[in-house]
């Protein structure tokens, strides 16, 4: 079984930065992608950034140039710098994960998503 464990949220001014990170732990083979996803109270769950094989690197419109997602393949572990924080950033911040394990010789696979568990990123002054 994959697991995600977040950490990196806490509490910051506008202007400042933090850095997320998701370690990936558990039996897989390869991973597809590596992603960042954000809700903030009463609203839906939105697409932050995301990292493929390449690098392959999309952003939403409204943290491009202040975040950067990368990853660490030898530790299996996803990063979200993000800088000139705004108060409209706050929300819980939730890793995601497309993975492939093989399941025969001959090489038949399936892919999996997992989530994290959230962190809490403040944004206040």
């Known amino acids: 079984q994959v697991q995600l464990v977040e950490s990196g949220g806490g509490s910051v001014q506008p202007g400042g930065s933090l850095r997320l990170s998701c370690v990936v732990s558990?039996?897989?083979?390869?991973?597809?992608?590596m992603g960042w996803y954000r809700q903030a109270p009463g609203t839906q769950r939105e697409f932050v950034a995301e990292?493929?094989?390449?690098?392959?690197?999309q952003y939403t419109d409204s943290v491009k140039g202040r975040f950067t997602i990368s990853r660490d393949n030898a530790k299996n572990t996803v990063y979200l710098q993000m800088n000139s924080l705004k108060p409209e950033d706050s929300a819980v911040y939730y890793c995601?994960?497309?993975?492939?394990?093989?399941?025969?010789?001959?090489?038949?696979?399936?892919?999996?998503?997992?989530w994290g568990q959230g962190t809490l990123v403040t944004v206040s002054s």
């Open positions: 995601r994960v497309d993975y492939r394990f093989i399941i025969t010789v001959e090489g038949a696979y399936r892919d999996r998503e997992v």
């Open positions: 558990g039996r897989f083979d390869s991973i597809n992608a």
């Open positions: 990292i493929r094989s390449g690098p392959n690197l």
